[in-house]
């Protein structure tokens, strides 16, 4: 009910502003709002955060300024909020790439086209990739042909190594060449990179323990061996 009054707001605010999400897919997915609730959301809340701060401030002059910075904070924060789940998103998406692509490579080697495997793997296991996945299956399952199911799911803000498996497994299969074989080097390769990344932060790490090592630790040591060495070289001279 939310969702469908936020969307009528919304869609009072894209037609004033004249701007066109045709074939522009929302960036995550399986939720449950679209463009036009969340500009809905956006427009409310960027009422609710103007109100908040006309009400907050003393006087009339401050209250219009409040309400101004208040507006474009409350206008922008479900940008940022949507932001930060993409992220988070495209995080877990990367992680469990590989493992899926070793799943993916399993069920291909028994006999199973990419579409029947991509289904096997979607009904034993979740996460972000399975519910794309799983996407991708029902808009096939409603009539709307593999290519234009890999472009929606091409669309979104997926990791590039995501986009690059789903350009992969879509030219694989247009060219008839051997699935398996085509997931194994890629998992292999996805698990290279990982691996090489991992091996560059531990050394970025490494390298961000030697500063307070230089810039604390090492002074003290200074102080703590050179004081008493320069006491006693100077003798009754620092004596006042």
């Known amino acids: 009910m939310l969702n469908h009054v936020m969307g009528m707001a919304g869609r009072f605010y894209i037609n004033l502003l004249k701007k066109n999400f045709k074939g522009k897919t929302f960036p995550l997915s399986r939720s449950n709002i679209g463009w036009e609730p969340f500009y809905g959301y956006k427009a409310s809340s960027a009422l609710l955060f103007a109100l908040a701060g006309m009400l907050a401030a003393p006087t009339l002059f401050l209250g219009m300024v409040f309400a101004a910075v208040g507006l474009g904070l409350g206008f922008w924060a479900p940008d940022l909020i949507m932001d930060l789940e993409v992220k988070k998103r495209n995080k877990n998406i990367s992680e469990d790439l590989p493992y899926?692509?070793?799943?993916?490579?399993?069920?291909?080697?028994?006999?199973?086209?990419?579409y029947r495997s991509i289904e096997i793997v979607v009904e034993n296991h979740?996460?972000?990739i399975i519910r794309q996945f799983l996407e991708f299956i029902e808009n096939i399952k409603f009539g709307r042909g593999k290519t234009e199911s890999y472009r929606i799911m091409s669309q979104r803000p997926n990791p590039e190594t995501f986009c690059e498996v789903l350009n992969l497994l879509e030219v694989t299969e247009d060219c008839g060449s051997n699935m398996a074989d085509i997931l194994k080097q890629k998992s292999a390769q996805l698990k290279f990179e990982i691996s090489q990344e991992v091996e560059r932060r531990s050394r970025k790490v490494s390298l961000m323990i030697l500063f307070p090592l230089a810039f604390l630790i090492l002074?003290?040591?200074?102080?703590?061996?050179g004081g008493p060495l320069v006491f006693a070289i100077g003798g009754d001279f620092l004596l006042f």
């Open 100 to 114: 899926i692509l070793d799943l993916l490579y399993i069920s291909t080697l028994s006999g199973q086209n990419i």
């Open 219 to 225: 002074p003290s040591f200074v102080l703590l061996v």
């Open 126 to 128: 979740d996460g972000e």
